[in-house]
Every structure is written in C-alpha cells, then in structure tokens.
C-alpha cells in the first residue's frame, strides 16, 4: 500500500518565478491539505482540497493556490516567488470524515 | 484563533528515562489531538493521537493525557531509546473531515546512550 508521494524532492528557483508541487494521496484517500512548515518550525496549514474543491484555507495570501484531480492527486501552485518562500512543503492526506493525516516526504523548495 | 504552544523546544535524556512533553490549546472547541514524530530530513510520523472524548491512551512505551478542562495534553515515552531522538509536534483540530491541523512549534528529542 503505497503512502503518500509527493515531487519534486528538491527544487530552486528563482524571485519572481512560479512553481508547482504534486502530491499523490495514499490509497484510498480521498483529501489533500497542504503545509509550510519553515526551518525549526511547526508545518502551517495552507488549504485543503476536497472533491476537486478547496474547503479551508489558511492565513496565506492569493499567490498559493491549488488544484484537486478526479484521482484525488493534487497540486500547489506559487507565484511571483519571495525569499520567504522557501520551506519544506508537505502534502497530507485523509479519508473525508477521518481525523488521521497522513503526510508525505515533503518537496524542499530554495528560492534565491 | 487556534494557537499551540508546545514545551519545552529541547529536551535531553539518557537512555532509558523517561520523557514528557506537553502542549497548551486556545481553542476549547478542539476535539482531536495527534502527535507527530520528525526525525531529520523525514516526513512527519503519526505516532499516537487522542480523542476529547478519553483522557488517555498508551501504545507500548507511548502515552498521551488530556485535561480538557486545563485544555493541555502531554506525550510520554518511557523507557526511551537512542532511535527516540528527533522533534516530536503536537498538534489540535476541531471537527472531523475537512479539519485543518495546527501545529506545536515542536521539541527536539535527544537521547543519548
């Protein structure tokens, strides 16, 4: 039973540039969230995804968003890139109705 | 809204002591609290979790209290091991299904031989 999988592992851009993350959830799951989580620091909910929608959303501005597929894969997207940025981003998921999150090895994004 | 504080952010043990780290929530309307287990470079591991609805749990030498009224839980690993060595979150929510997890700032863990 595969766990949830997420790519790139690493990656580097630069100021101004966008990105997009992808997360597959694991088996049998059906909800996606998103986290920052910034060196020495606690993972920080971005949004959660649902039935192709986004459900909730945390204190982080317009230039993240995000997008649910009918295989419940997902994908953060940042644009317009800042130095602040950079963090490790971790996809979690769960089964609607469940309060388990499981997360994924996360994608390490350096903006310079 | 919800705000965790998570103490103490470094702990050091010798192998075979005991370790307990607590966490304080704001939020009197959170029902579900898990703990999570980072070691370096790693995902973040679901290790135990607690409903509001019990004031324990155990999973071998891991245990967790809640005191919903003084609205703190705390983690307790007995017997620790070097492999116990890594930053443990804890973490609260309130609802089920599209809740979202807010986060301790985490403690570092070490335990030494």
């Known amino acids: 039973d595969a766990g949830v999988t997420q790519s790139p592992t690493h990656l580097i851009k630069t100021r101004g540039q966008q990105v997009t993350l992808r997360c597959s959830p694991k088996s049998g799951h059906d909800t996606v969230s998103w986290y920052q989580q910034a060196l020495g620091q606690g993972p920080q909910f971005i949004f959660q995804?649902?039935?192709?929608?986004?459900?909730q959303r945390g204190n982080f501005p317009d230039r993240f968003s995000g997008h649910q597929f009918p295989n419940y894969s997902s994908e953060l997207n940042v644009n317009a890139l800042l130095l602040g940025d950079s963090a490790l981003y971790l996809c979690?998921?769960?089964?609607?109705?469940?309060?388990?999150?499981?997360f994924g090895p996360g994608t390490r994004l350096t903006v310079t | 809204g919800e705000n965790v504080e998570q103490h103490p952010s470094t702990l050091s043990v010798q192998e075979g002591d005991s370790a307990v780290i607590k966490c304080t929530y704001s939020?009197?309307?959170?029902?579900?609290f898990p703990w999570y287990k980072q070691e370096l470079g790693k995902r973040p591991q679901l290790i135990i979790d607690i409903r509001s609805n019990v004031g324990e749990k155990k999973d071998q030498r891991i245990a967790v209290t809640l005191n919903k009224t003084a609205k703190h839980f705390s983690l307790h690993i007995t017997e620790t091991q070097p492999e116990d060595s890594a930053v443990y979150f804890c973490?609260?929510?309130?609802?089920?299904?599209?809740?979202?997890?807010?986060f301790g700032t985490g403690t570092r863990l070490l335990v030494s031989p």
């Open positions: 939020d009197s309307a959170s029902n579900y």
């Open positions: 979690a998921s769960t089964i609607s109705g469940r309060y388990e999150q499981y």
């Open positions: 973490a609260a929510t309130r609802n089920t299904g599209f809740q979202k997890l807010v």
């Open positions: 995804y649902y039935e192709e929608e986004e459900r």
